[in-house]
Nanobody, 123 residues
Framework: QVHLAESGGGSVQAGGSLRLSCAAS????????MGWFRQAPGKEREGVAF???????RYADSAKGRFTISRDNAKNTLYLQTDSLKPEDTGRYYC?????????????????WGQGTQVTVSS
C-alpha cells in the first residue's frame, strides 16, 4: 500500500523559506513522475512543481525562481524548497505520485496523494 507523508509546513512571514518533505512508502520515487500541488481556501487545487523520471523539472509560473523540487532516492523522499514566500503562497501543499515516467501534469494523472501540509505566509 502506498503512503505519502508530507511534513515541513508552518507559518512564516513574507520573504521566509520552508522546506517541505514527502516521505514515500510502498512506492519508489526513483524514475517516476512526482509533483507538488497546493490548494488555497476557496480555490481549486493547482500544480506547483513537478519532477519526471529523468529528473527534468517543471514549475508553475508563480513558483519559478522561488521554488525548487528535488528528490533523494536513497531516502525515498521528495522535497520542495520554497523561498521568498509570499502571502499568496498560503495553502495546503500536497505531494502526488504517478505510476509513470513522464509527467502529464494534470492532477488526474497522479495515482497517489498525501494528506497535505499547511503553509501560511503572513505579510
Amino acid at each position: 500500500q502506498v503512503h505519502l507523508a508530507e511534513s515541513g509546513g508552518g507559518s512564516v512571514q513574507a520573504g521566509g523559506s520552508l522546506r517541505l518533505s514527502c516521505a514515500a512508502s510502498g512506492y519508489s520515487v526513483r524514475s517516476r513522475c512526482m509533483g507538488w500541488f497546493r490548494q488555497a481556501p476557496g480555490k481549486e487545487r493547482e500544480g506547483v512543481a513537478f519532477i519526471d523520471g529523468s529528473g527534468t523539472t517543471r514549475y508553475a509560473d508563480s513558483a519559478k525562481g522561488r521554488f525548487t523540487i528535488s528528490r533523494d532516492n536513497a531516502k525515498n523522499t521528495l522535497y520542495l524548497q520554497t523561498d521568498s514566500l509570499k502571502p499568496e503562497d498560503t495553502g495546503r501543499y500536497y505531494c502526488a505520485a504517478a505510476e509513470r515516467y513522464w509527467c502529464a501534469y494534470e492532477a488526474t494523472s497522479f495515482n497517489y496523494w498525501g494528506q497535505g501540509t499547511q503553509v501560511t505566509v503572513s505579510s
